[in-house]
Structures are given as C-alpha cells and as structure tokens.
C-alpha cells in the first residue's frame, strides 16, 4: 500500500542544522508533489514546504523562508527537509505528506508518514 | 493571513448519534477547504476536498458541506473509530498559503 516514511528528526542546539528524509512507497513517486507540515507539541497542524513532482515548483510558508529549503531526489523515492538555523519555536514533530491529485501542488494532503520530532531546546 | 475557526473545541455524542463540526473562515475561501481526521498516535488522514468532495476509501457516512466563510463536515452515524480531532484546512490563496483551523475533539458521551 502507499507510505510515507519520514526519518532524521532528534535533537539540535538553536542556531544548528538538520536534514530530515521522506521516502516513499506503493505509489509512482516522480509524479506526485510532495509536502511537509509540523505540529508543534500541543498545536495545531503547520504547513511548511511544497515541491512539485519534477521540482519546478517550491514554495515555503514565510515562517520558514530563507531557513528551511525542501528538494527531492526521484531516483531514490525520497524528498528532503533542509533546516537551517533553527529556533527553539521550530520545535515539533514534522509530517510529510504525499499530494492527493497527481501532478498537482495542491495542498490537498492523502498519505501521510508517522512524522519524525524535532526538539530545539531554548 | 485567513484565519480558521474551529467549533465547539470539544463535541461529546454516543456512538450512532449524528455529529456535526463546525468551521469558519476569517475570510471567503470559496470552496477551498479540506477536512482532516487525527487519532492519538496518528498521522492525519484526508476526509473531505473541495469542501464537499470525499477522499477516496473515506465511507459515506462523512459528508462535508458550505462555501464562503462558513463549513460544515457531518458524521451521520459515529461508529468508535470516528472519536478523533477534525481539522479544517483552507487553501483559498494557495500558492503558498494555507492554514489550518486548532481543530474539534470527538469524544465518547
């Protein structure tokens, strides 16, 4: 069945970086967008980062911008989640997400991963 | 920034009662809202698209309805897999924006 399985969260020091992975399974990779969201402990679910199937298109949500930088890799079935200078305030667990229309950025989220936590203490 | 606003916080019903959750948008989204179930432990699972279209496998006891400012997803009969928090997710101004309301609690009466 289709999966998404999201690996490479843990703890970092504010100012740090980390790289999280989202592979996936069951379902044509390269021609899906992929997204990550973030829910931090307690909240409400974030939307994060955005690629295109082919890459052609990314976007980030402001509270991110300049910081995170998202990027796929279609011959492994796995996008990224580059976080850069990270806050205490980033703290969370992080989702991707696959899109539910092929092709499309669409926000609309189908087949989640478990999500991995990332902890930047203060 | 549109804001979404979830009610009630909490909604209490007995299994086979009919449960009907809220949602309102701080602006029109026209019919650019999602629905998302969340269990303990879980990730989300997509419910409702274009505010009334089901996602598939989803069963039809969930419907979704409204467009504008004001949204409504339905439960017609809550079976005990339903007790979960529903969020409500708009995409009116997408790309890049969309946000998601704080979400409702189902729970057990």
């Known amino acids: 069945q289709m999966q998404v399985v999201e690996s490479g969260g843990g703890v970092v020091q504010p100012g740090k970086s980390l790289r999280l992975s989202c592979t996936g399974s069951?379902?044509?990779?390269?021609?899906?967008?992929m997204h990550w969201l973030r829910q931090a402990p307690g909240k409400g679910l974030e939307w994060v980062a955005v690629?295109?199937?082919?890459?052609?298109?990314?976007y980030h949500a402001d509270s991110v911008k300049g910081r995170f930088t998202i990027s796929r890799d279609n011959s492994i079935n796995t996008a990224f989640l580059q976080m850069d200078s990270l806050r205490p305030e980033d703290t969370a667990v992080y989702y991707c997400a696959k899109a539910y229309i092929v092709v499309s950025v669409a926000p609309t989220l189908h087949v989640w991963g478990q999500g991995t936590m990332v902890t930047v203490p203060s | 920034e549109i804001l979404m606003t979830q009610s009630p916080a909490t909604l209490s019903v007995s299994p086979g009662e009919r449960a009907t959750l809220s949602c309102r948008a701080s602006?029109?989204?026209?019919?650019?809202l999602a629905w998302y179930q969340q269990k303990p432990g879980q990730a989300p699972r997509l419910l409702i698209f274009?505010?009334?279209t089901r996602a598939t496998d989803i069963p039809a006891r969930f419907s979704g309805s409204g467009s504008g400012t004001e949204f409504t997803l339905t439960i017609s009969s809550v079976q005990s897999e339903d007790f979960a928090v529903y969020y409500c997710?708009?995409?009116?101004?997408?790309?890049?924006?969309?946000?998601f309301g704080q979400g409702t609690k189902l729970e057990i009466k």
């Open positions: 602006q029109t989204v026209t019919s650019n």
């Open positions: 997710q708009q995409y009116k101004n997408w790309p890049p924006e969309s946000t």
């Open positions: 274009a505010a009334s």
């Open positions: 069951g379902f044509t990779f390269s021609r899906y967008a």
């Open positions: 690629i295109s199937y082919d890459g052609s298109e990314i």
